[in-house]
Nanobody, 121 residues
Framework: QVQLVESGGGLVQAGGSLKLSCAVSGSILSINTMAWYRQAPGKQRELVAGIKMGGPTVYADSVKGRFTVSRDNGKNTVYLQMNNLKPEDTAVYYC???????????????WGQGTLVTVSS
């Protein structure tokens, strides 16, 4: 069983900052990609940022220059530093990770429960 636990959401004023964390636990052999998605009310879930083993990153155009994704492989944790937040960043943020377990079935692709980020104007 592989589980993701997110933390760090909350209410912040426009222009403020928040840092989200997502810890992966369980029978983990390796983690390939760790990513953050978000879903605003009435909208589809979208990729915010992702980071692969070894460091390559990808960002949505709407967050480039404001958000930074990073990971601590020793802690199996991914972070999302969000600066200069805007009201349109308001959404439930979900963590996603894929990789290999130490037990069968090997591959996993799991989601966290989501954490709410609300940015007031």
């Amino acid at each position: 069983q592989v589980q993701l636990v997110e933390s760090g959401g909350g209410l912040v004023q426009a222009g403020g900052s928040l840092k989200l964390s997502c810890a992966v636990s369980g029978s983990i052999l390796s983690i390939n990609t760790m990513a953050w998605y978000r879903q605003a009310p009435g909208k589809q879930r979208e990729l915010v940022a992702g980071i692969k083993m070894g460091g390559p990153t990808v960002y949505a155009d709407s967050v480039k220059g404001r958000f930074t994704v990073s990971r601590d492989n020793g802690k199996n944790t991914v972070y999302l530093q969000m600066n200069n937040l805007k009201p349109e960043d308001t959404a439930v943020y979900y963590c996603n990770a894929d990789g290999q377990r130490t037990v069968l079935p090997r591959p996993f692709d799991v989601w966290g429960q989501g954490t709410l980020v609300t940015v007031s104007s």
